[in-house]
Each structure stands twice: as structure tokens, then as C-alpha cells.
């Protein structure tokens, strides 16, 4: 098996704590023994060994991908560390790493975020082992069973059953709450973002229903590759369009960290739902976070359902129904600096 891990990103989701120089992956969170990185490469070596596993990333972090690996105790080979000169969703940087496995053949291939935590890698590698036949001949996707309505997942219908796992009926992306409770009703799954696949049959698919990025890769430079592609999501580009796509249900404790919102699925929350690192002192608040990267003397008094995150100079404060805009943040930081500069 050959793994595709993506480990792209744009650093704006946990924002101080991630940034553009520095996304998620890379990151050590407390409580943790390595980064998500590191441990999504412990979870590739349970399938696979590392000279099998092709990084798609850009030239800012393909120094930190060694680096990480290299603190591991391993180092990947550098043809297999590909590096997108510009960033154009996850279709083309999965062709890109497909179409150079196919060099070699019909191969099959996993891919796999670099930002996902996943609690039993053994578990998981092992229902992945299982599901691998129906690549024969399709596109395997793999689902999480969801433990509650969550709006910032797309979701995935399942249809007639197939092997171990299911035909797609349909995908639902991003429902509002009320919408994500009915379709957990009605059995649908979340979409992991992991793939399954021949890279024969990816690219005939790729073929047929994204013909733009396919032609674009037939092109003779990575360069201009990606200068005549369009930027498009593999769900958009081919997933949502095959009729050769089969869900796999994952029955494992999974978290993509998509904001601060998710920690409270991570870390274990005290008996008024706070969750804190060190000596903070909360008097009558509820549901808060405080993660600050330095200890220091925190209180607070008669607040709820606050986010308060501090990394460096900045200190983030908001509502934890409002972690989702922290991107924004950024991108008006972006902009000033912009004005600064001109």
C-alpha cells in the first residue's frame, strides 16, 4: 500500500496557535506526546512502510515535514516529501502524489489528512485493511459514525450495501444542526476525508468527471501543472460525481480540530464543563476554554462559554459559538499588514 498524506493547510482555524508559516499539523498540543503530524506518520507506519508514504505539501513546511520526521527517529525519502508550488484545494494535490505513483503501475493508495486525530490507530488500520477489495474496481470513502449533530462536517448518505461498507446515495455538505440531526437519523455518516483507491481507477474517474485538472496534469512540468489547474476539493471534482463511490463506516473516536469548538470533544471538560491547563481559578463560569501556551495567573468570574486562547503577543477572546470565524482574524491581520507595507 501506498499512503498519501496531505499536509498543506493555511494555519487559520486555531489561530494563535497555529498560523500560516506554522498550520495545525505541526503542532504539539498540550497533553499530547507528539504532534497531530507525527502522529498521523505513527498511524501511516501501522499500514504501510515509510518509504511508501508520499507527503504533498508546499515549500514552507516541506523543511518542517523532515524536521518532524526526522525527530522521530526516521527519514523520508526527499522524492517522496512532493511539493505543490502553489495551493489548489485537495483534487489536484491528490492527483499530483496519484499520478506519480501511477508511474509505477496500478497501485493502491490511502489518503490521509495530516491534521486528524484518530484515539485507536490499531482499530483503524485495521478497518482499512478490511475495505481494501471493494478498491478494486471503486472509490472508497470512509465515515465516521458521528456521536452528535455537528454543522461543520459534510455528511454522507449511505445506499445499497456493498462488501463491508456501503454505495454512496448522496453527500450533504455542512448541514445546519437541525439538518445534521436528521441525517444521523436517517443513518448518513460524517465524510473523514479519507480515501481509498487504484490509482488507475482514481485517474480514469479524474478523467471523466474533472477533465480540467486531468489534462493540466498531463503536462510536463509541476509547474505548469499547476498553473493550468483549477483549485477544486476532491469531493466537488470527482467524489460527488462518480458512480463508483462506496462508503466504509468508521466506528472510532476521530476529531479533524476544524476550531476551537472541538477541543471540547478532545480534552476532558471539569464538572462545569471548563477546560483549562494549569492553575486557572473560575468562579461561577461554565463551558469556557483557557489554553495559554506560557502559565500564568488566569481568573475569571461570572463568565460562559468563552474561548481564551494565548500564544506569543496575541490573545484570543471569544464566544465559543463564534470559533468558527477566528479565519477571519487572520485575515484582517493580513490586510493590515498589507497596509503597512504599502
Known amino acids: 500500500m501506498n499512503i498519501i498524506l496531505l499536509a498543506g493547510g493555511s494555519g487559520t482555524r486555531l489561530w494563535p496557535l497555529s498560523h500560516s508559516d506554522f498550520p495545525k499539523q505541526f503542532v504539539k498540543l498540550k497533553g499530547m506526546p507528539k504532534t497531530i503530524f507525527q502522529m498521523t506518520v505513527d498511524r501511516c507506519l501501522k499500514l504501510a512502510p515509510l518509504e511508501n508514504v508520499y507527503v504533498v505539501t508546499n515549500r514552507s513546511y516541506a523543511g518542517i515535514v523532515h524536521q518532524q520526521i526526522e525527530q522521530m527517529g526516521f527519514r523520508i525519502p526527499a522524492p517522496n516529501v512532493l511539493v505543490e508550488p502553489s495551493s489548489k484545494n485537495t483534487l489536484p494535490a491528490i492527483a499530483y502524489a496519484a499520478q506519480h505513483i501511477h508511474a509505477k503501475g496500478n497501485q493502491l493508495a490511502l489518503v490521509l489528512p495530516s491534521d486528524h486525530i484518530i484515539e485507536d490507530d490499531r482499530k483503524f488500520a485495521d478497518r482499512i485493511e478490511l475495505s481494501l477489495p471493494l478498491t478494486d474496481q471503486r472509490l472508497v470513502i470512509y465515515g465516521i459514525k458521528p456521536s452528535k449533530p455537528h454543522s461543520g462536517y459534510g455528511y454522507i448518505k449511505p445506499g445499497d450495501p456493498d462488501f463491508i461498507g456501503f454505495r454512496?446515495?448522496?453527500?450533504?455538505?455542512?448541514?445546519?444542526?437541525?439538518?445534521?440531526?436528521?441525517?444521523?437519523?436517517?443513518?448518513?455518516?460524517w465524510n473523514s476525508g479519507i480515501f481509498a483507491f487504484q490509482t488507475g481507477v482514481f485517474l480514469e474517474e479524474l478523467k471523466e468527471h474533472c477533465p480540467d485538472v486531468y489534462d493540466a496534469f498531463l503536462l510536463p512540468s509541476v509547474q505548469q501543472k499547476y498553473e493550468n489547474t483549477p483549485g477544486i476539493s476532491i469531493d466537488y471534482g470527482v467524489m460527488e460525481r462518480s458512480r463508483r463511490v462506496s462508503v466504509v463506516p468508521m466506528d472510532v473516536r476521530w476529531n479533524d480540530l476544524g476550531s476551537f469548538d472541538?477541543?471540547?470533544?478532545?480534552?476532558?471538560?471539569?464538572?462545569?464543563?471548563?477546560?483549562?491547563?494549569?492553575?486557572?481559578?473560575?468562579?461561577?463560569?461554565?463551558?469556557?476554554?483557557?489554553?495559554?501556551?506560557?502559565?500564568?495567573?488566569?481568573?475569571?468570574?461570572?463568565?460562559?462559554?468563552?474561548?481564551?486562547?494565548?500564544?506569543?503577543?496575541?490573545?484570543?477572546?471569544?464566544?465559543?459559538?463564534?470559533?468558527?470565524?477566528?479565519?477571519?482574524?487572520?485575515?484582517?491581520?493580513?490586510?493590515?499588514?498589507?497596509?503597512?507595507?504599502?
Open 262 to 342: 472541538s477541543f471540547f470533544d478532545e480534552y476532558r471538560p471539569d464538572e462545569n464543563g471548563n477546560i483549562t491547563f494549569s492553575d486557572e481559578v473560575l468562579i461561577d463560569s461554565t463551558g469556557n476554554l483557557v489554553y495559554l501556551e506560557q502559565d500564568r495567573n488566569v481568573a475569571l468570574i461570572g463568565v460562559d462559554d468563552l474561548i481564551i486562547v494565548e500564544k506569543d503577543n496575541f490573545l484570543l477572546i471569544c464566544k465559543k459559538s463564534q470559533s468558527q470565524k477566528v479565519k477571519d482574524i487572520v485575515q484582517q491581520l493580513k490586510l493590515r499588514a498589507a497596509e503597512v507595507v504599502t
Open 168 to 189: 454512496v446515495e448522496e453527500f450533504k455538505e455542512k448541514p445546519s444542526e437541525a439538518l445534521a440531526a436528521e441525517l444521523i437519523l436517517e443513518g448518513c455518516l
